[in-house]
């Protein structure tokens, strides 16, 4: 990356800069590749961030579908944590994850799990795990609250059948012939997954993150106290791909201990630290023996840190810096928090992150963990928290009694509660994914650069004013 016609002289956020036009002969967007050079094996820079708001076993079985990472929280119990990861283990790759219910559960209750759209749907299934049938969401939307589920299946709705389907391509165009929008996918009477017509077009455009047994990857976090070795051996022996040791303050010695214990088990995965905003701090923990530092310290939408300590550094300055470093050691820079839009993902990966990780903007989807809720103007959102809130804090600390957990929840920080919306054209992750590897496969066109690491090459970066940030937005109405 570049600085264009000017050199800083102070620290950088997002919205401080801007990419400039550099000459290519990347035509399409198509020809751009977005497999981040971190060797986690994905094959598009997003991570889900590890905060149990945001990414949950769906979650993390989606994106993974589509080439990302979902970080499963540490807050979860040990065997929660492990049981999240082999589920994630189980889910297929060619077709969505089935949202099962019964045939007693109520349309509201449904709703609580499902927006009533198109594309998506809910599969029952009876006591002994018969399939039952298949009701789109859509018709959610004029059942009676307290209808049965059950009662809503008005003759078979037409499913596929695996033998008939030759890829992706093939499954796209029976949907079309039959005129479905989206279908359960049968074998042998069982259903193996549900599919529509947007998820097998994106098939032909996303390639899957898998292991070398052919499932989704997922990755898992640890805390740096207790016994993070027996934590680290467990996850992945469960079948984790990714280790990410994580504490607010990476820089110290209690994360440095705890990843030379991790790293000294020689466990063959990954390993990531974090969070970190210096070099100095890079080059502690890959000494250490991390392979991918986590860098962000106050730029999250539910992050509190800066305005009660004063602590952090603006997020563009801070990858910029370390991952410069990172790369003369071999190393890679996850950039973590900040993201609002597609060209802060873009802008990150300029200065030099292998992968963005993404929060609250992944909350706000289908298949964030939490329930739909729907305020007075009729809008669906979940909740969102910080991980450093007095919410958070009393679930990672549920098992102490109530004395120690009233000193602990004294000093919490963060935001408890966030209305998070659903985008009523976005409502899903992928259709999230969707709008942001398009706009950052445009920046790299526009950079002339068709990989991760020729972008970080051939970057051009200005910086602006708040008028000019102000100018690149839509006008939300005519003038």
Not at 176 to 205: H, I, M
Request: hydrophobic share 45%; net charge negative.
């Amino acid at each position: 990356m570049q600085f264009y016609e000017t050199t800083p002289v102070h620290d950088l956020t997002y919205s401080d800069v801007f990419l400039v036009p550099n000459r290519s002969a990347v035509s399409s967007r198509l020809d751009v590749s977005l497999t981040p050079p971190d060797g986690t094996g994905t094959t598009i820079p997003l991570v889900a961030a590890n905060m149990n708001s945001v990414t949950g076993p769906r979650l993390a079985a989606t994106l993974a579908r589509r080439g990302g990472l979902g970080v499963l929280p540490q807050d979860l119990h040990h065997d929660d944590l492990v049981a999240a990861i082999k589920w994630v283990k189980e889910q297929p790759v060619a077709w969505d994850s089935p949202l099962i219910a019964s045939p007693d559960d109520s349309a509201a209750s449904a709703l609580q799990r499902i927006p009533a759209v198109d594309g998506h749907g809910i599969v029952l299934h009876g006591d002994k795990g018969e399939y039952l049938g298949t009701i789109q969401a859509g018709r959610l939307a004029t059942a009676l609250p307290d209808a049965r589920l059950g009662d809503l299946l008005h003759g078979a709705l037409a499913s596929l059948e695996v033998d008939d389907i030759d890829g992706p391509r093939a499954a796209f165009d029976l949907m079309v012939a039959a005129n479905l929008e989206f279908a359960p996918v049968l074998k042998d009477g069982k259903v193996v997954g549900t599919l529509s017509r947007r998820s097998a077009l994106r098939s032909t455009l996303y390639e899957p993150a898998l292991d070398s047994s052919g499932r989704l990857r997922v990755a898992a976090a640890i805390g740096i106290n207790g016994d993070v070795a027996a934590k680290a051996k467990d996850l992945v022996a469960a079948g984790v791909d990714v280790l990410v040791i994580d504490t607010a303050h990476g820089h110290q010695e209690g994360m440095l201990r705890a990843l030379t214990t991790v790293a000294a088990l020689k466990l063959g995965v990954p390993i990531v630290a974090g969070n970190v905003v210096t070099a100095g701090a890079v080059r502690d923990l890959v000494d250490a023996g991390a392979s991918i530092i986590k860098v962000g310290v106050g730029p999250g939408a539910m992050c509190t840190t800066r305005m009660m300590t004063a602590v952090g550094r603006p997020q563009f300055s801070a990858v910029l810096e370390t991952s410069a470093v990172a790369r003369e050691l071999g190393a890679s820079v996850w950039a973590d928090g900040g993201v609002r839009y597609p060209r802060d993902v873009a802008l990150a990966l300029a200065a030099g992150a292998a992968s963005v990780m993404v929060g609250s903007w992944f909350a706000g989807t289908i298949e964030a963990p939490g329930t739909l809720n729907t305020d007075a103007d009729g809008r669906l959102y979940k909740e969102s928290w910080g991980m450093a809130s007095t919410k958070a804090v009393k679930e990672r600390f549920d098992n102490l009694d109530p004395y120690e957990l009233a000193r602990k929840t004294l000093f919490a920080e963060g935001i408890s509660s966030s209305k998070i919306y659903l985008d009523p054209l976005r409502p899903s992750l992928e259709d999230l994914l969707d709008m942001i590897t398009s706009g950052v496969r445009s920046s790299f066109t526009y950079a002339g650069a068709s990989t991760v690491d020729e972008f970080h090459e051939r970057a051009l970066v200005g910086i602006q004013s708040a008028a000019g940030y102000e100018e690149g937005k839509a006008l939300p109405v005519s003038w």
